[in-house]
RNA sequence: GCGUGAGUGGCGGAAUUGGUAGACGCGCUUGGCUUAGGACCAAGUGGGGUUAACCCGUGGAGGUUCGAGUCCUCUCUCACGCACCA
């Protein structure tokens, strides 16, 4: 009977051994030697690691030791993303301060996190509320202000209710609830903190081309950000006033038939149209049934388009002269574009419903072209939304309707231009704990930064942070006379705090130089490490903190702050840990694995192992925990355990050549991040090796393979072999392919396409050699029959297909 | 509606990229064993079948091919993202 698999004990033992050893710090850059930057999204510090975090960082992990082990410099740095509402909430809850509740929190998950056994440069951590960390956040912040880049925007801005503050476009779910708490979002006039991501949307959308990264990733991003290519064209209004309108489908501009203006439009409130306007009231009056309606129900497309013309005021079609009617609708949005559209029912789905309901005329001026096949049977179906020929529109007859578009502004004075969905970041926050915004402003009221020196501007503690809707910091004597001390009588501070999505805009390039004081992170540093080579994270960060910290690389290159203009070359997104019920683990369900006992009972690389077993790594598929399947990925380790029991004096060829196999598999498999199949693969080997007995040095090379995977383990039965060092310092094995090829296997044999039987042969059996083979065994003999086969396909080593009649 | 991805045993998933479908693990069945455990060992386990032959089988229907889970066409279902974006 073997030694005990005593998890616990050489776990423990062999953390502090590794902590002691610092053998997973960073060294001194050599760059002789391959660099790989692996990042893992920092959590946030709840107070308890999840199952999820095992599964984000410690199958990370596997990859991080294996590339160690090939001689590659690996960072794979942690660290907390500690400022944000939770904190809050918990502090008020227990009447404590945020900070208290925060720092308790890291404390205990660190420890957590150390007994995962993962390889962490925890020489490189950080934390977003450390002030050596938000002194450049809001150091950044200031040199955006000074660019143009940060300003103080007014107009709508989205209120949550529940966490009573201000969120961005991003932080609002599809629903029109919060992303954080699941409130229902409001609208609401105000004065914001914003950030111009605007500007970069077209490198933002360009750039994504270069990455590698999952294309449904890419195509959210680009279908957030939403360019499209179009016109804005101007129409007179018979006020004499213009209205521009933003349109993608200039070649159908003879098709306009009307004019609609959405119902926030400047233009409504100005006394020229207001004193032309015959129903006014009527007009009015659509108009604030418009704006007090919710989003949600304006955007319900289940709705019947609704709308009022402007009696007494026309405009006229640029390109046909014609005066047409204005109307205006709410299904045309203030936000995008110009808040203003020319309608052409005949190839529009919403102008031509408008337009039935309104009795607008419809006028075509599009044929489509038709292929032979689609017939004439919809030539007259309207409306027709694609290209084809203009009809109906002067000089421009005949013309494809691609190249009419930009023929058509040219004749009318307009605009080849492009719109978003993107709007600009607003980033001011109406919370407490969060980085102060580092403005204050003056006796006129006018935004200054806060120089460098004052920096970091200190979060105070003098507040009262309950939520009132109001700032807290606004309640601070401190922040009220430190301002006035160092900026002068009548100065006053900013009282807004950064979204937290802010903070994690850059933590990457802190990592590789956590401890400057000088800089946010240094050249030499970021030439380094950086780009990050490959991100692990989880897919709610798709259209959020993967938008945004790409948009702030890109800002800061162009102050020349960083060195590259993409931070993550490669993306990987993992999917979610259900609970045994196949639910999403929650307390009310009570169906949450607690991780800490599944450690306590099965051990860390047992766990570790279950969740890199589960499925391969970066599908998005959602796995149920199963205690019997990790119950088997303990008995394998307890297998493990024992193998050196099976060691021989010498061992045959198949086993030799099986390991060969293996070594390769990993080799694939590991940089393709299927570690599922990496260990089904050390399975079967341990499976026959059981059977067959394996060499003392397949032994020790079998450990090196296990090592990444169960790190403790191998460690420990390595030690037992007086080696020397750890484990995890060696070189990871290497295969022989002449050993790797197979010298024998068992092909299919096939009559007809069908299979009836198997041979077994070498790679360099010939044709004939196999059809003697066949022909001696006797099922297969009478199944050809007496005739000549019609032909005959061998692929070597890999099928024989006999064709009779 | 638009976009992206995916459909393989009772379950998680494999399949040398067009070549014996179901590796590995879970679960289950039978037998053994006893440190009575979420244990271990052995054999079996896609469905049908007279248990032999053979037939059927990768959401469905066609097609290409000596050969299709894999390629092509159509179609259904599910997940995620966006959604009156002009």
């Given at each position: 009977m073997h030694k005990k698999f005593d998890s616990k004990t050489i776990e423990r033992k062999?953390?502090?051994?590794w902590s002691a050893s610092g053998i997973y710090n960073t060294k001194e850059r050599d760059n002789n030697q391959e660099k790989e930057y692996v990042l893992v999204e920092w959590p946030y510090p709840s107070g308890n690691l999840h199952i999820g975090h095992w599964h984000a960082f410690s199958v990370p992990d596997i990859y991080v030791r294996f590339n160690r082990m090939l001689g590659k410099q690996v960072i794979f740095p942690m660290g907390f993303d500690a400022f944000g509402l939770p904190a809050e909430n918990a502090a008020i809850k227990r009447n404590i301060n945020p900070r208290e509740w925060t720092e308790s929190n890291i404390e205990h998950m660190k420890g957590q996190l150390v007994s995962m056994g993962n390889a962490f440069s925890w020489d490189l951590t950080t934390s977003s509320t450390d002030p050596e960390y938000y002194k450049w956040t809001q150091w950044m912040f200031t040199q955006f202000f000074e660019q143009g880049i940060a300003y103080r925007g007014k107009g709508l801005v989205n209120w949550c209710p529940g966490c009573n503050t201000v969120i961005a476009n991003e932080q609002v779910l599809s629903d029109d609830t919060c992303e954080r708490c699941g409130n229902e979002v409001e609208k609401k006039e105000m004065p914001q903190w914003m950030l111009r991501i605007t500007d970069y949307a077209d490198r933002l959308i360009d750039d994504l081309k270069g990455l590698d990264w999952p294309e449904h990733i890419k195509e959210a991003q680009r279908r957030w950000i939403g360019r499209s290519q179009g016109a804005e064209i101007d129409f007179?209004?018979?006020?004499?006033?213009?209205?521009?309108?933003?349109t993608t489908r200039p070649d159908t501009l003879y098709g306009a038939t009307y004019v609609v203006l959405a119902p926030e439009h400047p233009l409504l409130q100005t006394d020229e149209v207001r004193g032309k306007t015959s129903n006014l009231r009527e007009v009015d009056e659509y108009i604030e049934n418009a704006t007090k309606k919710t989003e949600r129900d304006r955007l319900d497309d289940t709705r019947e388009k609704t709308g009022v013309k402007l009696e007494g005021i026309t405009a006229k079609n640029p390109a046909s002269g014609e005066n047409i009617p204005v109307y205006i609708a709410d299904y045309v949005l203030a936000s995008y574009g110009t808040g203003a559209i020319m309608a052409v029912p005949a190839h529009d789905e919403r102008d031509s419903e408008f337009a039935k309901k309104f009795s607008i005329p419809v006028k075509q001026v599009i044929k489509p072209t038709f292929s032979s096949t689609d017939a004439a049977k919809s030539l007259d179906k309207l409306p027709y939304c694609g290209d084809g020929v203009i009809a109906h529109s002067g000089e421009f007859d005949g013309m494809d309707s691609q190249e009419a578009k930009r023929k058509i502004v040219e004749k009318v004075g307009g605009r080849m231009t492009s719109t978003y969905r993107l709007r600009d970041w607003s980033v001011g926050r109406q919370r407490y704990w969060g980085v102060p915004i580092p403005i204050v402003y003056d006796p006129d009221g006018k935004a200054h930064p806060v120089p460098k020196e004052h920096l970091p501007w200190i979060l105070p503690e003098d507040v009262d942070f309950k939520p009132t809707g109001e700032a807290p910091l606004a309640k601070s004597e401190e922040l009220k006379k430190r301002t006035e001390e160092i900026f002068g009588v009548g100065w006053t501070p900013e009282v807004e705090t950064l979204d937290t999505f802010v903070d994690s805009s850059w933590y990457f390039l802190r990592y590789i130089d956590n401890k400057n004081n000088d800089e946010l992170s240094c050249k030499e540093a970021q030439e380094s490490w950086m780009p990050i080579d490959i991100y692990f994270g989880g897919a709610e960060h798709t259209t959020m903190h993967l938008l945004y910290s790409r948009f702030w690389q890109k800002a800061l290159y162009d102050l020349g702050l960083v060195t590259v203009d993409e931070p993550y070359k490669k993306r990987i997104n993992r999917g979610l840990i259900l609970g045994p019920d196949g639910n999403k683990m929650s307390k009310s369900k009570g169906n949450v694995i607690d991780p800490d006992e599944q450690v306590e009972r099965v051990g860390a690389d047992t766990v570790k192992m279950y969740l890199a077993f589960m499925g391969p790594y970066g599908e998005m598929t959602n796995y149920p925990w199963d205690m019997g399947g990790i119950a088997g990925i303990r008995r394998f380790l307890e297998r493990v355990n024992g193998l050196y029991e099976h060691v021989?004096?010498?061992?045959?060829?198949?086993?030799?050549?099986?390991?060969h196999r293996l070594i390769k598999k990993i080799h694939t498999d590991i940089p393709e991040y299927k570690f599922n199949t990496a260990i089904s693969s050390m399975m079967s080997f341990v499976n026959i090796v059981e059977k067959e007995g394996l060499s003392q040095s397949s032994y020790e090379t079998f450990l090196k393979l296990l090592a990444p995977f169960a790190p403790h383990l191998a460690e420990e039965l390595w030690s037992t072999l007086n080696k020397g060092d750890s484990i995890h310092v060696e070189k990871f094995p290497t295969y022989d392919e002449s050993l790797v090829v197979l010298k024998k296997m068992t092909i299919g044999v096939q009559i007809n396409g069908k299979?009836?039987?198997?041979v077994t042969v070498t790679p360099s059996t010939t044709e004939e050699e196999v059809m003697?083979?066949?022909?001696s065994v006797e099922v297969l003999r009478d199944k050809i029959g007496s005739k000549?086969?019609?032909?005959v396909i061998y692929k070597p080593g890999k099928i024989l297909n006999i064709i009779v009649d």
């Open positions: 062999w953390q502090e051994a007179e209004l018979s006020t004499g006033d213009k209205v521009t309108v933003f021989v004096e010498s061992e045959t060829q198949e086993v030799t050549e099986e390991l299979h009836r039987g198997e003697k083979m066949v022909y000549k086969p019609k032909k």
